[in-house]
């Protein structure tokens, strides 16, 4: 089982998580255990104040020292050993290869920062990893810790319905997933690719492989320089950019 404290002021966004889709069948199938700590709960006057205005000016919020520390020690101490991940825009950013890594961990606490951020000093002094969804900014972390509770309940076994699904999809082998399709076979005139009807195992898997590397090679190029390809692989990309290229002329 996973075992995953937030730390947040807005616990009630969680119901998300916990109430529907996968990841709501994999806390039923006791997966994952979701807790969620509140610094509100450890302020020290009547409004159950978090935040105060920066030192040196400037607008918006910070949030407080005190009680968000002592709701992340209070997390500590319910996951015993485990890390804190703080979701920032200036983490570094979350890969797949990153999500892999965690999903394997037994237990961690996600931060959520709201305003205009944390005391740093509660950063140097609790947060153990830095890590952002996208060089964006969102009104709060925890749409970001959602995002990364998503992504590593469905690598956990038993989370999806059909066991392989998390292994074909984009990312898992560093590229961008093959086009997919349903029926009917032909819809206002575009037709299925005569190789996904042919029924032939070995020519499909070649036409996903290359259509994954071509959308990648279009899409992505940054991935395809992470990535060293195997001979076929190499093969397969220069088919594709050939086909591409004598489409476009």
Known sequence: MLRVGVVTLFPEMF???????????AVDRKLVHLSV???RDHARD???SVDDRPYGGGPGMVMMFEPVRASIREARQALPGAR???LTPQGRRLAQADIQSLARLESLVLLAGRYEGLDERLIEAEVDEEWSIGDYVLSGGELACLVLLDAMTRLLPGALGDGESAQAESFMDGLLDYPHY???ETVDGRRVPEVLLSGNHGAIRRWRLKQALGRTWQRRP????QRPLSAEETGLLEE??????AAQS
Not at 222 to 225: H, I, N, T
Not at 240 to 245: G, L, N, W
Request: hydrophobic share 35%; net charge negative.
């Open 240 to 245: 594709f950019i050939k086909e591409h290229t």
């Open 37 to 39: 700590f509140n610094p």
């Open 182 to 184: 349903t029926r009917p």
């Open 15 to 25: 119901d998300l998580y916990s109430d529907w889709g996968i990841s709501a069948r």
């Open 46 to 48: 009547t409004h159950r």
């Open 222 to 225: 940054d991935l395809l320089e």
């Open 84 to 86: 804190v991940h703080l």
